[in-house]
């Protein structure tokens, strides 16, 4: 019978119990090499940053090294902006709430994302009109075959909507170790497009917003629609906004004129999976311990004791709902392990 002593449960945001053979917490570059040099030459591996975009299917049998490399930096700046180098175990919301209290814009429509800072790039993570690749210069990595070091600029990344290298081409090649962001000191560029920004900001009698002004409106907004993951397992946003070609929208908008869609550029629409999922009658559904949450129908949530799988079956009848209604597939957002 094979052993897995090591539980999971608190490496992952949605609380699975899954278990592990071997799990290394890495503190610094050296304790990664000497991870690689150690592993077993054909033994599998994982890397787990913050735990917060994986769901757990099973037991590990595969090597986990956990990243916690710690450290925020200045490593360029000027009367306009800064350059910050971050280290991957640095946790996201954290960094973002460190910017803003150096009074550094870019980050602010980001406030509140489950996480660390090495998880971002991989996700290109994005939130309110703003995706982390348009403040991102440079993704340090190490080569797990090489070790050696290896600096990924924005353009090398590839990004795309919730897209990088680092799921495609280089998926499971490198380990990212710190990221820069360059952002702004003055003035600072607001992004309050979306339409919840605005309201909570009116709300607040706010009209000349500040950076602050609209984190703290972003961590309202997510605070009243998503569960904490310290009291309901959850991933974040389950799915991605599925981006559908225009003669395709034009379809779709004739028979669902009430539908909120945002243009991505003149052949692309993207429309809210959370929308098309609360239409197909599945916000609120439950199945055992699993669910759609009850507020926010892009979100899959463990109510205690549910299993990977158990999450993942719920996760396919959502789909299966929304292409019967609409003939769109959305697809997961979150690593299935």
């Not at 002593?5 to 119990?17: A, E, H, Q, R």
């Not at 299993?307 to 719920?314: A, C, F, P, Q, S």
């Not at 209604?325 to 690593?335: A, L, R, S, Y």
């Amino acid at each position: 019978m094979t052993h897995y002593p090591i539980s999971l449960k608190k490496y992952n945001t949605f609380g699975i119990d899954a278990y592990a053979k071997h799990l290394v917490e890495a503190n610094t570059e050296e304790d990664i090499i000497a991870f690689f040099e150690n592993k077993p030459k054909n033994k599998e591996f994982l890397i787990l940053n913050g735990g917060s975009n994986i769901l757990i299917t099973k037991n590990i049998d595969a090597w986990i090294l956990k990243i916690n490399l710690k450290g925020i930096e200045i490593v360029e700046e000027n009367d306009n902006e800064v350059v910050v180098r971050v280290l991957a175990g640095e946790n996201w919301h954290d960094f973002v709430l460190h910017s803003i209290e150096n009074n550094w814009g870019g980050l602010e429509n980001l406030s509140l994302i489950p996480g660390n800072v090495g998880s971002c790039p991989i996700q290109n993570i994005g939130a309110y009109g703003v995706e982390v690749k348009d403040v991102i210069t440079t993704v340090e990595s190490l080569n797990i075959y090489t070790l050696q070091k290896h600096i990924f600029t924005n353009e090398d990344c590839k990004f795309g909507y919730r897209d990088s290298i680092f799921k495609n081409e280089q998926k499971g090649k490198f380990v990212l170790t710190a990221v820069s962001f360059r952002l702004k000191k003055a003035p600072h560029q607001l992004k309050t497009s979306y339409g919840v920004i605005e309201s909570e900001l009116q709300k607040n009698n706010i009209s000349q917003p500040t950076i602050k002004d609209i984190s703290n409106a972003v961590i309202a907004i997510r605070n009243s629609k998503l569960p904490n993951p310290r009291e309901i397992g959850n991933g974040g946003s389950f799915f991605k906004n599925p981006v559908i070609g225009k003669e395709r929208f034009e379809q779709f908008i004739a028979q669902n004129p009430e539908a909120p869609h945002y243009i991505v550029d003149k052949l692309h629409i993207k429309i809210p999976a959370g929308w098309l999922i609360e239409q197909a009658g599945m916000k609120g559904y439950r199945k055992g311990d699993a669910g759609v949450h009850t507020k926010q129908a892009l979100v899959l949530v463990n109510y205690g004791n549910a299993t990977g799988n158990d999450i993942l079956e719920v996760a396919y009848e959502v789909q299966n709902r929304v292409f019967e209604k609409f003939q769109i597939t959305i697809e997961p957002e979150v690593n299935i392990i």
